[in-house]
């Protein structure tokens, strides 16, 4: 079974860093593109960013551009989500997301990312 | 980037026909085939429901069903049931490589 397994959240003061990391399992994962996207408490979900399968290529949010990196490790299963400089409005719920049909076909259960003071 | 515009919310009996749109202030959606939704229960990932405009993945029940027209894209849930009761989110490409979500709707099951 595809699996997507966040972890990394917590609180960050503001202008703090953190990584986050999605383990993926159950599918050949240098096969598929891959998303982060997040949701602010009580909003909607908002695209953040996106690698393809052998990371020759990314794209942001403008929101993230030039704060945040996406990256992935194929031999360890495992997408990465390097955010730096981060802001209140960065506080959401962040989720890892398989690009195969739609945006994502499955979807990671989260992690929290609180940036407060 | 816009958020594409939902309704907050949209309400039905059981065994009635809802409809949600989803539309752009752009030419984000009439010029993209990459139109998909979302349900989210409270707490939980979301879920794909339909993907290309109008496709549903396996698994995914009938009563679920989609379409798209110049800027609004639309998804209609027939017949439905309290299980359906929940968020549901539309998403579309937006050209320069980028993705964008809708501001999402609340469903409730009267």
């Known amino acids: 079974d595809v699996q997507l397994v966040e972890s990394g959240g917590g609180l960050v003061q503001p202008g703090g860093s953190l990584r986050l990391s999605c383990a993926a399992s159950g599918f050949t994962f240098r096969s598929y593109w891959m998303h982060w996207v997040r949701q602010a408490p009580g909003e909607g979900l908002v695209w953040v960013s996106r690698?393809?399968?052998?990371?020759?290529?990314?794209s942001y949010a403008d929101s993230v551009k030039g704060r945040f990196t996406i990256s992935r490790d194929n031999a360890k299963n495992t997408l990465y989500l390097e955010m730096n400089s981060l802001r209140a409005e960065d506080t959401a719920v962040y989720y890892c997301a398989r690009g195969g049909l739609g945006l994502g076909d499955y979807w990671g259960q989260g992690t929290l990312v609180t940036v407060s003071s | 980037q816009s958020a594409l515009t939902q309704p907050a919310s949209v309400s039905g009996s059981p065994g009635q026909s809802i409809t949600i749109s989803c539309t752009a202030t752009?030419?984000?959606?009439?010029?993209?085939?990459?139109v998909s939704w979302y349900q989210q229960y409270p707490g939980k990932a979301p879920k794909l429901i339909i993907y290309?405009?109008?496709k549903r993945p396996s698994g995914v029940s009938d009563r679920f069903s989609a379409s798209k027209s110049g800027n609004t894209a639309s998804l209609t849930i027939s017949g439905l049931q309290s299980e359906d009761e929940g968020d549901y989110h539309c998403c579309s490409y937006a050209g320069r490589d980028t993705y964008v979500f809708g501001t999402g709707t609340k469903v409730t099951v009267l």
């Open positions: 690698v393809n399968g052998d990371e020759s290529s990314s």
């Open positions: 290309d405009i109008n």
């Open positions: 752009s030419s984000d959606l009439a010029n993209y085939r990459l």
